[in-house]
């Protein structure tokens, strides 16, 4: 590299050579139509380009050599070094003066302008290191970028430390060992102080500071003993105190949603398992009562009302124990050859009960497609529980199956009293119930539906019904088995 600068500065040196013998020559060559002003005007105006071209020691030498040019060749006596008259001593003063002073000058203006490039690169690289730390969220992600951005912009190696919970390596560049400056970063952590500790001329340690005060180090290792800029520490700590901030904050919200999920179970479980409880053993006693004289027919009603209230707390903990089981993490599909109809007809009779006032009308085309016939007859059950539950006795509950564009669909229609258009995301959450209804229930079965098609990687949808009521759609991508050969 050095021997590429020294050439092109050569280079430059031997083309302003030229043109100053050039305008020399010009000088003495037309000395009876051009007066010595002009050609001293010239080589200023050489003088200044060299400033702005040349390094300082060319500039100057060949200003320097210009001037003697000009006092030998141009200026009279011609040839010589001696002064005509007063007048040539004053025009070769103000020629040596003016071309060093211009040299100077431009020189100055040259290193103003070098500087100003690299101030508005250095804060190019700032603003893209912000940019770039900003849109990330975790600490170590930041960490790794800014090691990055160092190495890229810097030449610097560096590693990120934090103190809390205890001393330990957040990111390092890859030929730094994490434990080569351990003693060096215990010890700046136990004082504690939040100044930069220089070790040598390759090493300093730099504190990584946040509202609490000292939260970590970064250590910078320089080989060509580069000055590092404080303002990136700055922007990496900025960094890093919102990533904590931010993660404290999803804790706290988290535990929020906890405590909210708790209280709300237990209105659950108070509620829609306490009532079935109170029913049957209402019930219970009145017909362990000896004194109460019950036909027959009031009997078989009690212990129909016993059977059903038990069947409504059955299900009732079947989904508790659901929700608790389920999540999009640890459910995975079991997935194998499933004919849709036999599963729709396995999961009405699952909930017959429910559903036994209510005519199923069932459209649907003999295919088979890959699903977890265990986890697609809760779906099922599930939505036309809720479709029998919400509709008047006596409704029908209408089913279509199909499949289209390698997705499996099913469409469970009802004639409820449908969903309001600001709830056709909330019903699908835990423990929601509508503010529209009085139909008791957990608030369970939709969202149970949504973490097991969520697992299918499939989607989940309500809409309205003309005429009244509601549409639930189930898609789901799968595979379909060809059954064409096996009915030709």
Not at 39 to 49: P, S
Request: glycine letters at 4%; one cysteine or more; aromatic letters at 8%.
């Amino acid at each position: 590299m050095t021997n590429r600068t020294n050439w092109k500065d050569l280079s430059k040196t031997a083309i302003l050579l030229v043109l100053y013998v050039l305008v020399t020559y010009i000088g003495v060559k037309f000395r009876d139509v051009i007066i010595e002003t002009d050609t001293a005007m010239l080589l200023l105006l050489l003088n200044i380009v060299s400033g702005f071209w040349l390094r300082r020691k060319f500039a100057y030498v060949i200003t320097a050599l210009s001037i003697v040019a000009f006092h030998f060749f141009v200026l009279p006596e011609h040839n010589s070094f001696k002064f005509q008259n007063y007048q040539h001593i004053i025009t070769f003063t103000v020629m040596a003066f003016s071309g060093v002073f211009a040299v100077k000058i431009t020189q100055s203006q040259q290193r103003e302008i070098i500087k100003n490039k690299l101030l508005k690169s250095e804060l190019n690289s700032n603003y893209h290191l912000a940019s770039e730390l900003a849109s990330l969220n975790e600490s170590q992600a930041i960490a790794r970028s800014a090691i990055e951005h160092l190495e890229r912009n810097g030449q610097f190696k560096a590693q990120i430390w934090l103190f809390s919970p205890t001393l330990f390596c957040l990111a390092s560049h890859e030929k730094l060992q994490q434990s080569e400056y351990y003693s060096e970063i215990e010890r700046f952590m136990l004082r504690g102080e939040q100044s930069s500790e220089v070790l040598s001329d390759a090493l300093a340690l730099h504190p990584l500071c946040g509202q609490s005060g000292l939260f970590g180090v970064l250590v910078i290792q320089s080989e060509q003993g580069r000055l590092f800029n404080p303002i990136l520490t700055t922007l990496i700590s900025l960094s890093l105190s919102r990533s904590e901030a931010n993660s404290a904050l999803t804790i706290a919200k988290e535990a929020n949603q906890l405590e909210q999920m708790r209280n709300t179970l237990l209105a659950a479980v108070s509620h829609d398992l306490k009532t079935p409880l109170g029913s049957i053993i209402g019930t219970a006693t009145t017909l362990s009562d000896s004194t109460i004289k019950l036909s027959i027919d009031t009997q078989k009603e009690l212990l129909q009302s016993i059977a059903e209230e038990g069947y409504s707390l059955n299900r009732s903990l079947t989904k508790l124990l659901d929700i608790s089981r389920y999540s999009t993490k640890t459910l995975i599909p079991n997935r194998d050859w499933v004919e849709p109809e036999e599963v729709i007809g396995s999961a009405t009779k699952r909930i017959e009960q429910v559903v036994k006032l209510h005519p199923i009308n069932l459209t649907s085309e003999t295919m088979l497609v890959s699903l977890d016939y265990a986890l697609i007859e809760q779906i099922i059950a599930n939505l036309i529980e809720n479709a029998a539950k919400y509709s008047p006795v006596g409704e029908a509950i209408d089913i279509t199956t199909d499949y289209q564009k390698e997705c499996f669909s099913i469409e469970i229609a009802d004639r409820g009293c449908g969903v309001a258009p600001d709830e056709t995301q909330r019903i699908f959450e835990r423990f929601y119930r509508s503010e529209h209804t009085k139909v008791k229930g957990t608030g369970l079965g939709l969202a149970i539906c949504k973490l097991i098609v969520s697992a299918h990687n499939g989607t989940i949808s309500v809409s309205p019904r003309l005429g009244g009521g509601s549409i639930f759609k189930v898609t789901i991508p799968c595979d379909k088995y060809d059954l064409t050969g096996i009915y030709e």
